[in-house]
């Protein structure tokens, strides 16, 4: 069981997530769920807080596309996980799910 939350400025709805406008506004939400919290937000988002994290779940998606923000992952990052490409009925793109544990943690 997982919960979502969008850090975002904006009042827009998600689906299946929970818009916040702080982290601690998330964290405080989700602390009675005993589930782990799952942050999705943006590059500054991920820049800011992701020294909290103990876990990554990263989507490649298999495309070229033109972006002007992008996630590095760091050396205190070890890849623990990798599927395989997969590519379902209605998606555009094929892609694979990686896992990262925070080694520094």
């Known amino acids: 069981n997982r919960s979502n939350y969008i ?3 904006s009042d827009t709805l998600y689906p299946g997530a929970k818009s916040v406008k702080s982290l601690e506004e998330a ?6 769920s005993h589930s ?4 999705i937000g943006g590059s500054q988002v ?6 909290l994290a103990t876990t990554l779940y990263l989507t490649r ?3 070229n596309i033109e972006a002007d923000s992008f996630f590095k992952i760091s050396n ?8 395989d490409w997969v590519k379902n009925e209605g998606d555009q793109y094929r892609m694979k799910f990686l896992t990262y544990i925070n080694s520094s943690v």
């Open 76 to 83: 205190k990052w070890k890849q623990v996980g990798e599927s």
């Open 46 to 51: 991920y820049s800011k807080y992701e020294d």
């Open 61 to 63: 998606v298999d495309a």
């Open 36 to 39: 782990d919290l799952f942050i």
């Open 7 to 9: 850090l975002t400025s």
């Open 27 to 32: 964290i405080a939400d989700g602390s009675s």
